[in-house]
C-alpha cells in the first residue's frame, strides 16, 4: 500500500510533527476541561482518547483529530488528565468466550471502542486499548494472569498505551512502522515493526492489512472460537448493525469510503487466515461479534461493496 496524501502531507508539515512529538503548547485551548498544570503530565484527547507526551499546559492541537480520518469537536478542542477520567469512568471486564475478555469503558470515553484480553499459556496479550486505566482494572487485569505484550490495530486505539505497558512492567506494545507519526507520546516499550506479519505468543499473528491506516493491522488468534480461529478485527472489517454484514471505510466518521483497490488488498491479507468468529471494537454493532462464517461474510460483504462504488 503506497503512502496516501494525508499522510505525506502529516509528514511534511514540521510543525505539526513537532507538536505530536512534544505535544508543548504555548496557549491553553478553547474549551479545554483540564487546567494547565505546576507540572508536566500527559494530557489525554477528550475526541480521540490519545494521550500525548508530557507538558504543563494541554497542547494546542491534535493532529490525530486534524487528520480527515477523525474530526475536531466542533466546541473546540479539549483536554483532560488521566486522573479527571478516572474520577468519572470505570472498566467492566467481560469474559467473551475461554480465554478471551472485553475491556469496555462506562459511560463511553472519546471514540468508544472496546480492548480485548487474550489468555495464552505464553502469556497474555492486549489487543487494542483504552484511554482508562486505574487501580481496579490493574487488579482485575492481573487475576487473569496479568499482560506480557500489548497491540493495537491503529492510531485511533493508541490512546494510553504508555500508562498500560507501565502498569505491568514496561511490556512491548506492537505497532506498524508506517504508524510511527500518528504516535503522540514516544515511548522505549513501543515497538515498531516492519513487513506484513508478525508472531506474537502464543500462537498469535499481527496482519498488515492497510486500508483504514497504511499500517493497519489485524490480529489472528487460530484458538478462538473453540480452535476454528477468530479475527479481532478493531473496526476494518467493521461489523454492521447487522452481524452478517461487515463495510470498510478510510473515515468513519466523515463517511469516506475506501477505494476498490485497498478494499481488494484488504481482503487479500484476511483470505489465508483460518477464522469463523470476528470480534470488532464496538459492542453496539451487532453486540461486536459475527459469531461463526465470518470468513463468508467479509468475503461477501466485500464482493457487495466493491459492485456498489464500482457501478
Keep these: 500500500m503506497g503512502s496516501d496524501p494525508t499522510r505525506r502531507t502529516f509528514l511534511r508539515n514540521s510543525t505539526v510533527t513537532a507538536a505530536a512529538l512534544t505535544s508543548l503548547a504555548s496557549t491553553r485551548p478553547a474549551g479545554a476541561a483540564a487546567a494547565d498544570s505546576p507540572e508536566a503530565v500527559p494530557y489525554v484527547c477528550v475526541t480521540c482518547g490519545s494521550q500525548f507526551t508530557e507538558s ?8 490525530v483529530c486534524e487528520d480527515e480520518r477523525q474530526y ?13 477520567i478516572q474520577a468519572t469512568h470505570k472498566n467492566t471486564i467481560k469474559q467473551e468466550e475461554e480465554h478471551l475478555y472485553s475491556i469496555n469503558t462506562v459511560p463511553k470515553y472519546s471514540i468508544g471502542q ?9 502469556g497474555n496479550v492486549l489487543w487494542d486499548c483504552v484511554s482508562l486505566i486505574d487501580d481496579a482494572t490493574i487488579a482485575r ?11 493495537i490495530s491503529h492510531p485511533h486505539y493508541y490512546t494510553t498505551m504508555v500508562e498500560w505497558s507501565r502498569a505491568f512492567g514496561n511490556v512491548p506494545v506492537h505497532i506498524h512502522e508506517a504508524e510511527r507519526p500518528w504516535v503522540m507520546r514516544p515511548d522505549p516499550c513501543i515497538r515498531f515493526w516492519k513487513g506484513e506479519t508478525l508472531k506474537l ?35 476494518q472489517p467493521q461489523i454492521c448493525m447487522d452481524p452478517k454484514q461487515v463495510s470498510f471505510m478510510y473515515s468513519y466518521p466523515n463517511f469516506i469510503p475506501l477505494n476498490a483497490p485497498a478494499i481488494r488488498h484488504v481482503v487479500e491479507c484476511l483470505e489465508p487466515l483460518a477464522y469463523d468468529r ?8 451487532g453486540k461486536g461479534i459475527i459469531p461463526t462464517g465470518g470468513k463468508e461474510v467479509v468475503r461477501r460483504s466485500a464482493d457487495r461493496y466493491l459492485k456498489a462504488i464500482q457501478s
Design 201 to 235: 505468543r502464543g500462537g498469535l499473528d499481527l496482519v498488515r492489512t492497510g486500508g483504514h491506516f497504511e499500517g493497519y493491522q489485524v490480529l489472528h488468534w487460530p484458538a478462538g472460537a473453540g480452535g476454528l480461529g477468530a479475527l479481532m478485527a478493531g473496526d
Design 114 to 122: 472496546r480492548a480485548f484480553l487474550i489468555q495464552t499459556p505464553q
Design 72 to 84: 475536531v469537536n466542533p466546541d473546540g478542542q479539549e483536554w483532560q488528565t488521566l486522573e479527571q
Design 141 to 151: 487485569i492481573k487475576e487473569l494472569g496479568g499482560i506480557a505484550e500489548i497491540a
Design 56 to 63: 504543563s499546559k494541554p497542547p494546542d492541537r491534535c493532529p
Design 278 to 285: 470476528i470480534y470488532g471494537a464496538f459492542v453496539v454493532r
